[in-house]
């Protein structure tokens, strides 16, 4: 393996995952993640290029902003360093290509509805939306999933997602899932195949049932807080691509 490459790849993502620290933030609020350059949150200085280079401006500055002192959020360093390991594993993957650069946007399309999730409990159309149709639009291209397996996996994710928040609102007059929730699986399933979506679908319930659970023991009250899913749907989706064909395996030798 070539180490400059595994370097470059790793240095790429951080720069991504700065890119998706901007989008995170600015998004939710309807922002331009272009302009203007980003400024510290508490006393608006603007940060220069030297004081903005992923992880180690971070750290120069322990933390702090260069002008006011006020704390950084250690979510900032935490969301590029998961982007560099991220875009590293897709290198060890795919190689250099076209499908690395693909995955790449996939995981950190994922990666930024995560952490908006997390933050508003929304997942943005602005995201869903280009998610679903790109998915779409590159099974055409060659290498990757059947264009009909995509279309399939985009009704299907959607579909079945909707079915279930249906039928979950008639019975208990809540709503427990959001609409952002079937978009997200209709681009998952358009992305990766229809194949891909029961072993997607049962590893984000069961993550969300064992944290839900955790939840609701630990908090007492906050029982009734919502947990957002998309979090575990997109940890569902990444856990399938890296790994889907040996937890197939393992579950067929297992219980076939
Ligand atoms: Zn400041």
Request: glycine letters at 12%.
């Amino acid at each position: 393996m070539d180490f400059v490459l595994c370097l470059f790849s790793f240095l790429f993502g951080l720069c991504l995952g700065s890119f998706a620290n901007v989008c995170i933030y600015r998004i939710p609020q309807d922002k331009s993640i272009v302009r203007p350059p980003s400024s510290c949150p508490h006393c608006g200085h603007k940060i220069r290029f030297y004081d903005n280079i992923p992880v180690i401006s971070y750290l120069f500055l322990m933390g702090r902003c260069r002008q006011c002192k006020a704390f950084i959020s250690w979510r900032y360093p935490l969301v590029e360093i998961l982007m560099a390991f991220l875009s590293l594993a897709l290198f060890f993957k795919f190689g250099f290509g076209l499908q690395y650069l693909l995955w790449v946007l996939f995981a950190g399309t994922l990666v930024i509805l995560s952490f908006i999730d997390f933050d508003h409990k929304i997942l943005p159309d602005v995201l869903t939306f280009p998610g679903i149709a790109v998915g779409w639009f590159i099974s055409f291209l060659p290498g990757g999933i059947s264009w009909s397996d995509s279309l399939v996996g985009l009704v299907a994710g959607g579909g079945s997602l909707y079915l279930v928040a249906t039928v979950y609102a008639r019975i208990t007059g809540r709503e427990g899932l959001g609409g952002g929730d079937i978009k997200l699986l209709a681009m998952i399933g358009a992305w990766m195949g229809w194949q891909s979506l029961p072993l997607i679908v049962l590893m984000s319930s069961l993550g969300g049932a064992v944290i839900g659970s955790a939840f609701i023991l630990l908090g007492g009250k906050g029982a009734r807080t919502q947990i957002p899913f998309g979090p575990f749907l997109s940890l569902g989706a990444l856990a399938y691509l890296f790994f889907g064909r040996h937890i197939s395996l393992w579950y067929y030798n297992m219980f076939v």
